[in-house]
């Protein structure tokens, strides 16, 4: 099992960037998948944003990220990122990173999940 926490969430204007960490307690950070999904106000449920594979020669994006976001990880260090540019304002929301045994973009994927962080951008 692994402990996340992320960081780096802020307020942002339209069409800047922002870079989303979540690092991971524990030794075991490489044998999981790695997700990011995020959460818009007033939605009851998170969506898929980004999930990379345990050795990060996978990535994967939601179609209204891509292109746009990046994600990445460093498995030395326990940790996967987020890069959003050229950000909007429907891409508020709390942003979480999940872990999961399993590859894929399911929520239910993922049985592990950090406390979240806010993202804010204003138009």
């Known amino acids: 099992q692994v402990h996340l926490v992320e960081s780096g969430g802020g307020l942002v204007q339209a069409g800047g960037s922002l870079r989303l960490s979540c690092v991971a307690s524990?030794?075991?950070?490489?044998?999981?998948?790695m997700g990011w999904f995020r959460q818009a106000p007033g939605k009851e449920r998170a969506e898929f944003v980004a999930?990379?594979?345990?050795?990060?020669?996978?990535?994967t994006y939601a179609d209204s990220v891509k292109g746009r976001f990046t994600i990445s990880r460093d498995n030395a260090k326990n940790t996967v990122s987020l890069r959003l540019d050229s950000l909007k304002s429907e891409d508020t929301a709390v942003y979480y990173c999940?872990?999961?045994?399993?590859?894929?973009?399911?929520?239910?994927?993922?049985?592990?999940w950090g406390q979240g962080t806010q993202v804010t951008v204003s138009s």
């Open positions: 999930a990379i594979s345990r050795n990060g020669g996978s990535t």
């Open positions: 524990g030794r075991t950070f490489s044998s999981y998948d």
């Open positions: 999940a872990a999961s045994k399993a590859s894929g973009t399911l929520t239910d994927l993922y049985d592990t």
